[in-house]
């Protein structure tokens, strides 16, 4: 096979060229595949990891009082368990299937540059020991908060400079996976497949990978500043000589929004290839999806101050904010009306993939709404800090970007092990989850509207029976996940064979680009019971 311009030649694979079997061959493999597989296990190792620690919070604040951990604990629990969840175990869990799906829908023999795959993977371990280490060290973690806000982080101990460190190897890794994707993605597509013919999954890392390449850079500059501001004697953030704090909140922010869509948009892209596949049609409205999709990440760029309109802003920026915020809802609204009209009329089965979408829908659209909400000064004013907005982003983070890693995991698990998963428990882990996930987040809707402040170990009497609630809710989710993982080590081990075509002929639904004529003849495959 001649090699593929502008890519690496793959003629040969080298990933079992020296080292046949065993740890070494995953240590140093190019395979696009055992990668995406190595990312799927990080991350779900370190979904548990920031799992526990979300638990140790939640039975903390299980009743008033100070129970289980001593507050600074508390504190370092929250600030890990966003991080680790955030750049731990959603993002490398997207990648994970970005390197299994992308060659495999594009034609492409492998990713452009095999070895820097490699590499991106391996640094993800060393910065999950560095975070998690930094529990160990005096000082422990930052009390921070994932957003890692100074005065604070330019106070902290050792633990400190631990999670700086692999917040920055956190980076790099990123970005030599995002230009991975991208060089992939405009290169090595098979000829005929036009941008526009492209699965949307392929779109949404697309865009992904160029929102990845803009702001991690921007989280690394403001991480720098902190730590010379520790150790060499500068005043970024330091108001003692002259700095400002708020300054290190506007550059976190201009990543830290786009990083929500970061998060949100390759989970788009599963569910675009779900829903389509469940309902037996091709997916609405596929040029106005993509469309839809880059305004998002375009829009994202502009709207980072809604998360500081109590910093003192002046009111003309409180409404400039305010207005773009809510102008996201658009395409947004654009994408949930395509995804709807999908499903209309269409031949449906509810299998767990299919599951989950739905309930990605629903929820995050959910979260959505709250997500308006805030976007209102004058509320966000109100709310700003509160456990409105802690559930506002678990109902984005987890009933969005979880749900729909579980859709696209259910999805393609036959495809990746060749056997299909046991359905009834793939259906008792989702509706455990949904049950759960509710149980959990929507009644700190309620605290929040009654005051409750987040990142706190101790509250008032008057909050107790929602805390209760939301307690027992996440306990119940927590050991729901472990249904997953059953799930999936049945898949490996064997099990009913996959057919070809694992879902009754709606698999190859995943390539068609609805026909521009009106009354197209589109063959609906039969439906299976």
């Known amino acids: 096979m001649a090699a593929i311009p502008g890519g690496a030649d793959h003629s040969h694979d080298h990933s079992h060229d020296h080292h046949p079997s065993g740890l070494m061959r995953w240590v140093t493999t190019t395979n696009h595949k055992d990668i995406g597989s190595m990312y799927l296990w990080f991350s779900f190792a370190m979904f548990i990891v920031g799992g526990i620690m979300a638990l140790v919070i939640r039975a903390e604040l299980f009743q008033p009082g100070l129970q289980v951990v001593d507050p600074d604990r508390f504190n370092q629990m929250t600030t890990l368990h966003g991080l680790i969840m955030v750049f731990g175990a959603i993002m490398p869990a997207f990648v994970g299937f970005a390197n299994w799906m992308l060659p495999l829908m594009i034609g492409a023999s492998d990713m452009a540059f095999a070895r820097m795959n490699n590499w991106s993977f391996w640094l993800l371990p060393p910065a999950a020991i560095l975070l998690t280490g930094s529990l160990l060290v005096p000082g422990g973690a930052a009390a921070s908060g994932w957003t890692l806000y100074p005065p604070l982080t330019v106070q902290m101990g050792i633990g400190m400079d631990m999670a700086i460190f692999a917040v ?207 976007s209102m000064t004058a509320v966000d004013v109100q709310l700003h800090d509160s456990y409105y907005v802690v559930a506002h982003f678990h109902y984005v983070m987890v009933a969005g970007a979880l749900f729909s890693a579980y859709a696209g995991a259910y999805y393609w698990l036959p495809k990746w092990t060749g056997h299909m998963y046991d359905e009834k428990l793939g259906k008792l882990h989702f509706w455990l989850s949904l049950i759960f996930f509710n149980m959990t987040f929507f009644v700190q809707h309620f605290l929040g509207l009654a005051g409750m402040p987040r990142r706190i170990p101790d509250y008032s009497l008057q909050f107790a029976e929602f805390n209760k609630i939301s307690s027992i809710g996440a306990f119940g989710f927590g050991l729901s996940q472990l249904v997953f993982l059953v799930v999936v080590l049945k898949c490996l081990k064997g099990g009913e064979k996959a057919s070809a075509k694992p879902w009754d002929g709606a698999e190859g639904l995943e390539w068609t680009v609805p026909s521009p004529a009106p009354h197209h003849t589109f063959e609906v495959p039969p439906v299976v019971k």
């Not at 090595?188 to 991690?216: D, E, H, N, Q, S």
């Not at 005043?235 to 704090?245: E, M």
């Not at 009329?345 to 599951?355: A, I, K, V, Y």
Request: hydrophobic share 55%; net charge positive.
């Open 168 to 374: 920055h190897i956190l980076g790099i890794s990123s970005i030599m996976g995002s230009i991975n994707i991208v060089t992939t993605i405009l290169n090595m597509r098979a000829p005929g497949m036009t941008l526009m013919k492209m699965p949307l999954f392929c779109w949404t890392w697309l865009i992904t990978a160029y929102l990845v390449i803009a702001v991690m850079p921007v989280l690394a500059g403001a991480v720098t500043m902190i730590l010379t501001d520790r150790h060499f004697g500068t005043s970024f953030f330091n108001a003692a000589g002259g700095g400002d704090p708020v300054l290190y909140q506007h550059i976190f922010w201009f990543f830290g929004h786009p990083e929500v869509y970061i998060i949100a948009i390759p989970a788009f892209g599963v569910v675009s290839q779900v829903i389509p596949a469940f309902s037996r049609k091709p997916l609405f409205g596929y040029a106005s999806m993509v469309y839809a999709t880059s305004s998002i990440a375009i829009l994202s760029f502009i709207v980072w101050a809604h998360h500081m309109y109590t910093v003192g802003m002046p009111v003309a920026g409180q409404l400039y904010f305010m207005f773009a915020t809510m102008l996201i809802a658009v395409p947004t609204g654009v994408k949930v009306f395509n995804w709807v009209a999908t499903m209309w009329r269409g031949s449906l089965t509810f299998e767990t993939p299919m599951l989950f979408s739905i309930g990605f829908l629903f929820l995050f659209t959910l979260g959505g709404f709250s997500g308006l909400v805030l």
